[in-house]
DNA sequence: AAAAATATTGAGCATTCTGCCCTATTCAGG
DNA sequence: CCTGAATAGGGCAGAATGCTCAATATTTTT
């Protein structure tokens, strides 16, 4: 579930502490305030806020499943009986290799990210997935390598250059203008 | 581009470590030595081979959109010239909102990953993509809501426990036995 | 099996950082 | 203008870090 805590929309020194954290994710608060030309005390009370208000998603996103032994990424659509949803759910949660699951519009009810050893388990954990009761049928994509790794920086420069000195994201990016 | 720098196998140690930040990422060098009843000096080595090992991918995979005013995110499918793929990467590298781009198996070219403020900011992400010289059609999907969020600890755990005391995950993990 | 290489441990030191406190100033909103 | 929130800068004690070192344990190689 998308955390339901964003309580306060983020200005262009948040912004910016966010892209020195791109930059070297264990810069320290000493450090982030001298580059960012700001009191310890306010990168310390901004990184609180941050964390509070869930700017920060888990470090689970950032351990490189091919370090663990998984150098395989794939993208399952998964069809289902809708009825069944919130179990089936349930069930593919117990499953170690699917780390992330979409709720999807459209055709596709579901969009499960898998990591695998090789083809053989993908294809034993799309079987996996199939077992479970209300899945209907599956369609496995196999991600041959990821062209553009993942980033936000270029949004959060986009963003910092919009908001000018003391503006905030409240609302959209794109009625905020400089 | 995936790293090609992964030289060594993790063990249970690091698989410990990292289940450890997965708890907590501002986790001390000193706590986790003292949490893992290890010399703080091994944490510090660990530590640093995992970070030149790339076990670590960017910062940028824990920041949220959501706070950044971006709370749809959507997969496209993008069919394309072949011919033409190393450029077209190139041009969807230059729209921010592209977060990540998989080059798939299959009838899909890419699976392109979207962050937007709404669905016209979507709409409009679409037909840039589709100016693209050499994109002939793109299939989009908005995603409703995470299901399962990003996890790994799952399989972290999963494998700690199957690689026993100090072996390693050398190979396929199914391969090795406790 | 023995030797060599590597990893781990624990101790230590100087420096830096953190959590927290405090007061004064600035900023933003009503 | 007033008020509350945020920022700034200073400070303190304790904790953490980067690094060194020698001894020990473990793993790898011969």
Redesign the pocket.
Known sequence: MLPSSIM?SL?K?DLQLLRALCTDP?S????L?QQL??????????MA?LEESNAFLSFDRRVNPVALGYPLTAFIEVHVQQKRLTQIVAELAQIPEIVQAYGMSGSTDLLVRVVCTDADDLFRIDGTILACEGVDRTETSLAMGELIPYRVTPLLERTARRVG??GSTGGSPDEVTT
Do not use: E, I
């Open positions: 306060h200005d020194v264990r320290t608060f000493v450090a305030a030309h700001l009191s310890r005390n306010t990168v310390q009370a901004r806020r000195p003391s």
